[in-house]
């Protein structure tokens, strides 16, 4: 198990591209040689219009590659994937870092973003597939860990670059230690092991052996291997009786419920960019500086990206033990009560006439700490929780597809966000967070109901689960078939659970595995690939369906 969590922990190195990419360019955009060099001689600052463009065409390139990626993780497969995907973002950085003009920079950070769009999809969806179970959720933030380390770090190189006034070092610097990250994700890439449900969906039983041994850190002799190896042949067998998968099955309205599914992982995608956070990622320097604050933009940049990293760590932690959809709540409350804040604040004390220089100053300070707590809570709940739920929704047959669907709405509103926002803010200044409160106040009703709890159960667990037609606020107390069948063996009590109507059976109250369960129940609940033994049907995928 200690290789599976090592081998996750590289591929969530995927995030730290995308990260370190948001945090070089907001200070970019007020660098005195970056704005001669993209404006023109004599140009003080970068028109609203293009600062737009120039930050949402990595937005524009994600959008395109989180959909592309569909073609490549099963064609290439995940560890393919990545590899390509790593060559492509690479590429763009070349562009970039050559560029003496906005239509080069542009080019390549489009390109760039193709990359990363590609490696918000398959990164997720590598891990889902490789991690323990117990520790699934933990892995999965860590891509938002790298996501928070990639902007901490660029902004600590701005910091350190922003002096150099005359030279173009000054914006070069950060963009070329890319190509660094770029070889260092090529590299590490081809040590990975393939994914064993993507081997043996394609018929490749022995290199699926070979992956999961791997994985696990066993020989492929071993019984926990063999173990597992049979338990992923029978859930495959299952999810792939009706042949192979189209993009209209992601939206079916069978038994499976993959509209609601797919609704749920794209939803949660695009309510993440209407948080707020991007917005101080992608502007904060253009923004605080002119709030009025006494601080300088990169130090207010450096000091975020701190928080950030700093509250992004222990999400690991609260992830399994507050749960997904706690998270999202506490979260949504937290942030619109900071987005209301800083918006009233930063309106009245800031961007108003006839206010002192004290009070400006005062008032830029408030929306500061503001920031700072929404960014945190971000980082936190609503930053790692998304892309957690996006790695366990979907099942094998369709989860390239549904996740690419998904990381595409991240995209596709983050572009739209990054475009739009400085020309809006131009209109109508620090008032523009009472949009994002107004968001989060809807995201805080939607989570609750509509994402439900899948903490602590196997990806064919939570395919029960959308089957049995939980509702989300009831999601935390049901207890999957396999638990029961646990439960009843140890109790004695099989023949008692024998004559339960599977709809009351699936809406049971949750109750907590005792002691008395085996060893080998444990260590099987430790491995890499969880699947469904073959009595889960009878509940999961059988006449269940039929009776939502």
Known sequence: M?????????????GFL??????????????????????????????????????????????????LQSLTSDSLGRKGSILFWSAVFTAGVVVQVSSFGIPQLSAGRFVAGLGVGALSAIVPLYIGEAAPKKLRGTLLVLYQVQIATGIFLAYIVNLGTHNLVDSSASWRVPIG??????????GGS?????????????????????????????????????????????AIKLENEGGKAGWLECISFNSSMMWKRTLNGCMVQFLQQLNGQNFYYYYGPVFFQAAGTSLSSYSIQAILGGISLAMVIPAMWTIEHVGRRKSLLWGSCGQAICALVAGLVGHFYTDVAGVSESKRQMGGNVLIAFACIHVSLYSLFWGPTPWVILGETFPLRVRPKCIALAAATNWLWNFLLSYFSPLIAD?????????????????????????????????????????????????????????????????????KHN????????????????????????????HVENAAPTAAPAIGHGEKGGGE
Request: net charge negative; charged share 20%.
């Open 18 to 67: 995308f990260g370190y990419d948001i945090g070089y360019i907001s200070g970019c955009l007020i660098m005195p040689d970056f704005i001669r060099q993209m404006q023109g001689m004599g140009a003080s600052e970068l028109t609203s219009q293009n600062q737009s463009i120039i930050t949402s065409l990595l937005s524009a390139g994600t959008f395109f590659g989180a959909l």
């Open 427 to 495: 209109d109508i200044g620090p008032l523009i967070l009472l949009v994002f409160c107004g968001c989060l106040v809807f995201a805080f009703f939607y989570v609750y109901f509509m994402i439900p709890e899948t903490r602590g159960i196997s990806l064919e667990e939570v395919d029960e689960l959308y089957r049995a037609n939980i509702p989300a606020w009831r999601s935390s107390t049901w207890v999957p078939s396999t638990q029961h069948s646990a439960i009843d063996t140890i109790e004695g009590n099989s023949s």
């Open 2 to 14: 200690k290789r599976s969590i090592i081998f996750c922990i590289f591929a969530a190195f995927g």
């Open 499 to 526: 004559h339960v109507d599977p709809r009351r059976q699936s809406e049971a109250t949750y109750i907590e595995p005792t002691s008395g369960v085996g060893a080998e129940k444990k260590r099987l609940d430790e």
């Open 177 to 186: 230690l890319q190509l660094a990250w770029g070889f260092f994700l090529i």
């Open 190 to 234: 081809l040590l990975l092991p393939e994914s064993p449900r993507l081997l043996l969906g394609k018929g490749k039983e022995q290199a699926a052996i070979v992956a999961i041994a791997k994985l696990n850190d066993c020989e492929v002799d071993d019984k926990l291997t063999q173990d597992v190896m049979r338990e992923l042949e029978d």
